[in-house]
């Protein structure tokens, strides 16, 4: 499961932003950035501002995922839950916990957070965030290195892969989970993966491969390209090495 801000590459000489390939738009989930709009997708208040992190908003098709805003309305946050076990930093909880001492959930389950801003201070109206992807240490949560220096420094070889709309990825062989940072080198995004299946959002998919494809490009002396040569593996079914070429026709 993609949890992300949004993706964002970097073209020869220039910056762009480009969309999610057109075979993964039917797995994009999309959250409401405020309690407002939430509430008329069909999310309900559940708890009040707990300190350090939000207020919890529940919805009865949403099996798996609990948003968490501040006093504000932002979203801040979201809770993921499991009845299976998975991997560190999910942890076995009964919580979240209301300011009450009750729970929010009704069972004993695997837990964690992903906080999109800082909830230190979610309970506190007027707050301005300058981080992201932030990752409170007394709550079960992805540790995700603040830049790409540091996550190369702790072990986050660069890169694994890199995806149209999505960045690049990393990946660690102590974590099982995959982190996303575009082309400046911010974090924006994590990959989930469990071989347990899972309700929506999950989605069944098959391994993420890097592919490294090169091209040649055969050219006129008037600048007009005449064939294409690509070489490496393209779709799933190809074999790596393979090649393709591809004579353009330009129609006159």
């Known amino acids: 499961m993609f949890l992300t801000t949004g993706g964002e590459i970097k073209s020869t000489g220039d910056w762009a932003a480009i ?13 409401p950035l405020s309690a ?41 946050g979201i809770y993921q839950n499991s009845d299976v076990p998975m991997p560190t930093p999910w942890m076995k909880t009964s919580g979240p916990l209301k300011s009450d001492g009750t729970y929010i959930f009704n069972k004993e389950h695997y837990g964690v957070y992903l906080f999109i801003l800082d909830p230190s201070n979610a309970c506190d109206l007027g707050t301005s965030y300058d981080s992201i992807l932030a990752s409170p240490s007394e709550l079960p949560s ?19 892969f890199c995806s149209q709309g999505r960045g690049k990825y990393y990946s660690n062989p102590d974590f099982e989970y995959i982190i996303m940072y575009n082309g400046d080198g911010n974090p924006i995004g994590i990959y989930q993966y469990s071989k347990q ?21 055969w050219v006129t002396e008037e600048g007009t390209v005449k064939r294409i040569k690509l070489i490496g593996a393209i779709s799933e079914a190809d074999a790596d090495p393979s090649e393709r070429t591809f004579t353009v026709d330009i129609g006159y």
Request: with cysteine.
């Open 36 to 76: 407002g709009l939430a509430v008329k997708e069909g999310w309900v208040k559940v708890s009040s501002c707990i300190p350090d992190e939000g207020i919890y908003y529940r919805k009865t098709q949403e099996e798996t995922i609990t948003l968490i805003f501040d006093v504000d309305e932002n979203l801040i």
């Open 142 to 160: 992805y540790s995700i290195p603040i830049n790409v220096d540091v996550a190369i420094s702790q072990g986050w070889p660069d890169p694994m």
């Open 197 to 217: 299946p899972k309700p929506a959002p999950w989605w069944k998919t098959k391994a993420i491969n890097g592919r490294s494809i090169e091209m040649i490009v």
């Open 19 to 31: 969309g999610a390939l057109d075979t993964e738009k039917g797995f994009q989930y999309d959250l």
